[in-house]
């Protein structure tokens, strides 16, 4: 059982848009940044956004973190295959004094 | 290039233990803590701890206190995740990954397979 709530999947057309939303509480995404990691199959988790929504260098602009409240949510336009992958967010629970994750969302690009 | 690269994967025996490197190349080691993280089969990912590149001082994760370890070299800008007692529910994936500011993890290892089987 994840303390961040994810959807187990989402899917949609190439070319299209899709968000994934991550949802906690006040202890974790409610008072702390939130991190968006992108893990294609057979590899290791990659960060694709930092601090709720800074992107790294290179990752393109085509992925968005926004957040309110104690919910973030994951935007990803102009959907490639190369984009099917596992997607999970993460942030620190100040109550538990941990690392926390989401279980997952498996992204299909139909 | 900024990069850790951990050993490879391992087989045990139940009751085995094992020993898992995460060397760091292309910044400086000792600054950014370094994370540990597992991934059982076709599971998510859980964050067992992290050690402070400084200090030596690690910092585990309920669960994840007793058998699991880690260390450093910081001669050799390497992290360790020792696990004892091994049982067949730690087969799983281990990560390392240097945290840049409270679980903002960049890079990643590329993973160490631990298989625990008789």
């Known amino acids: 059982q994840s303390v961040l709530t994810q959807p187990p999947s989402v899917s949609a057309a190439p070319g299209q848009k899709v968000t994934i939303s991550c949802s906690g509480s006040s202890s974790d995404i409610g008072n702390n940044y939130v991190s968006w990691y992108q893990q294609l199959p057979g590899t290791a988790p990659k960060l694709l956004i930092y601090d709720d929504n800074k992107r790294p260098s290179g990752i393109p602009d085509r992925f968005s973190g926004s957040k309110s409240g104690t919910s973030a949510t994951l935007g990803i336009t102009g959907l490639q295959t190369g984009d099917e992958a596992d997607y999970y967010c993460?942030?620190?629970?100040?109550?538990?004094?941990?690392?926390?994750f989401g279980g997952g969302t498996k992204l299909t690009v139909l | 290039q900024v990069q850790l690269v951990q050993s490879g994967s391992e087989l045990k025996n139940p009751g085995a233990s094992v020993k898992v490197s995460c060397k760091a190349s292309g910044y400086m080691f000792i600054g950014p803590s370094i994370n540990w993280l597992r991934q059982a089969p076709g599971q998510g990912l859980e964050w067992m701890g992290w050690i402070n590149t400084n200090t030596g001082n690690p910092t585990y994760a309920q669960g994840f206190t007793g058998r699991f370890v880690f260390s450093l070299d910081t001669s050799v800008s390497t992290a360790y995740l020792q696990i004892s007692s091994l049982e067949a529910e730690d087969t799983a994936v281990y990560y390392c990954a240097r945290d840049l500011h409270y679980i903002r993890f960049d890079p990643w290892g590329q993973g160490t397979l631990v298989t625990v089987s008789s």
């Open positions: 993460g942030t620190w629970d100040g109550s538990l004094t941990a690392g926390v």
